[in-house]
């Protein structure tokens, strides 16, 4: 038997005026998903424990069956783990956005246009953030308060502060308390005066930094020649998701299996590699609408000929969500349905396989904000060796009928079952 998990980023939302009232999930054409609905276990979960952000840090924890709620030590310390980042005690490691900002007098006036700098290509985002932390001014800056840059080869970078969470007795604090940062991609088109960093000297600091940085990047080359060409210039940097080291339990030894991950997302390849599941890098994988849907599903089936389980992840209908792009992410629903998962599930059916497949939407990602909610969203446990007939179909009205689970960590035992 060969285990599955294929997580659909940010997939399910709220109905939608222009869907005719219906959901991405509802209107898509997603065959696939809709023959595993009919035929396996469908229901809804609460992916993100009451009391914290939605967000992919905390649901995907929850759905590898780790609870937020004891082991989360911040986003940006799962991401450091998945580039090879060692974080010493006493470290703060920040997500290190590319973003687009608006032209105004006053920074705190400037309002937010876009989390990913209109989705940056990875050259021209490296370029930008070492040319940035090189320049004089601004390497002095981050030199007085500790801060190094790891180029992300996309529009996230991670950033790390060597004993930033170190106070003056030597006890290391916890950052949580010490700094508020907010995510850029829940407040697009907001003045981002009432988002900058809140926390004391440190948050000046990161303050100090994101302005310096607006300043130096507004002038750089690289952003005049995407105006030029209708682009949205990254002129500017975002420190978010703080965090400091972080430890999971041990995939084998919770389940009693081997597996891989396979995401363009650093994070979710951080839990993974945490978790010690192999960390699988697809040529082509982007993390964005024209990622390698073929190469991931093609990936994963290679991957089980080694091991019990293998954890699919595409991003791309919650970033198509961010950009308020509807039409974009209505084409990522349909191509993970048709060019990853029913590719998978033909290949398994020509093997004489058997399988077990858990597809999920880690969280609502809204179309009305182009933020995350932490409502339950839908998700199906299909068995190949079964066909439960139900006649429900993928969405979240269905999935609202089905088994209710009231937390995302019970998800990995149902599938191993």
């Known amino acids: ?15 939608i005026a222009e869907l005719d009232g219906k959901t991405p999930l509802e209107y898509a054409s997603i065959p696939a998903m ?23 840090d905390t649901a995907i924890l929850s759905i590898f069956g780790c609870d937020p709620l004891l082991c989360y030590g911040g986003r940006a310390s799962l991401e450091a783990t998945a580039m090879g980042i060692k974080l010493c005690p ?9 973003v687009t900002i608006e032209s ?27 040319e940035l932390f090189s320049e004089p001014v601004f390497k ?4 007085r308060v500790g801060i190094t840059v790891f180029p992300g080869g996309s529009f996230r970078h991670i950033a790390v502060q060597r004993d930033g969470a170190v106070q003056r007795d030597g006890a290391v604090q916890d950052v949580k308390l010490s700094l508020k940062l907010t995510p850029p991609h829940d407040h697009i088109g907001e003045p981002l005066g009432q988002h900058l960093p809140k926390g004391g000297d440190n948050a000046k600091a990161l303050t100090d930094l994101m302005q310096l940085a607006n300043e130096i990047l507004e002038k750089h080359p690289i952003n005049s020649q995407r105006v030029k060409k209708g ?16 430890l999971l339990p041990s995939f084998g030894e919770k389940y009693r299996k081997t597996g891989s991950v396979i995401s363009a997302v650093p994070l979710c390849q951080g839990i993974g590699m945490l978790m010690g599941l192999e960390k699988i890098c697809v040529q082509g994988a982007t993390g964005e609408l024209n990622t390698n ?34 039409k974009g992410k209505l084409q990522a629903i349909e191509w993970i349905d048709s060019r990853c998962i029913a590719p998978l599930m033909q290949r398994f059916s020509d093997s004489n396989i058997d399988y077990r497949m858990l597809v999920i939407s880690d969280h609502k990602t809204l ?12 998700f199906v446990l299909y068995d190949s060796r079964e066909d439960k007939n139900t006649g429900l179909l993928f969405n979240e009205s269905d999935a609202d009928t089905g088994l209710f689970v009231s937390a995302g960590t019970k998800l990995m035992d149902m599938l191993f079952l």
């Open 1 to 15: 038997m060969k285990y599955v998990l294929v997580i659909g980023d940010g997939m399910a939302d709220d109905p």
């Open 34 to 56: 809709d023959k595993l609905a009919g035929s396996g276990v469908l229901g809804s979960v609460l992916t993100v424990p009451e009391g914290l952000a939605a967000g992919s």
């Open 90 to 98: 006493g470290d703060i490691a920040f997500r290190c956005n590319m």
């Open 104 to 130: 105004r007098e006053r920074f705190e006036d400037k309002k937010i246009l876009s989390h990913s700098a209109g989705a940056i290509d990875g050259e021209a985002s490296d370029i930008l953030i070492k």
């Open 140 to 143: 002095a800056a981050a030199d």
């Open 231 to 246: 682009e949205l210039p990254a002129n500017g940097i975002w420190f978010w998701a703080e965090g400091l080291s972080t």
């Open 293 to 326: 849907y073929e190469g991931k599903a093609s990936a994963a089936f290679e991957s089980l000929k080694k091991h019990d389980f293998a954890a699919i992840h595409i991003e791309a209908p919650d970033e198509c969500t961010h950009n308020g792009d509807l």
């Open 367 to 378: 179309m009305s904000t182009r933020g995350h909610s932490g409502e339950r969203v839908p």
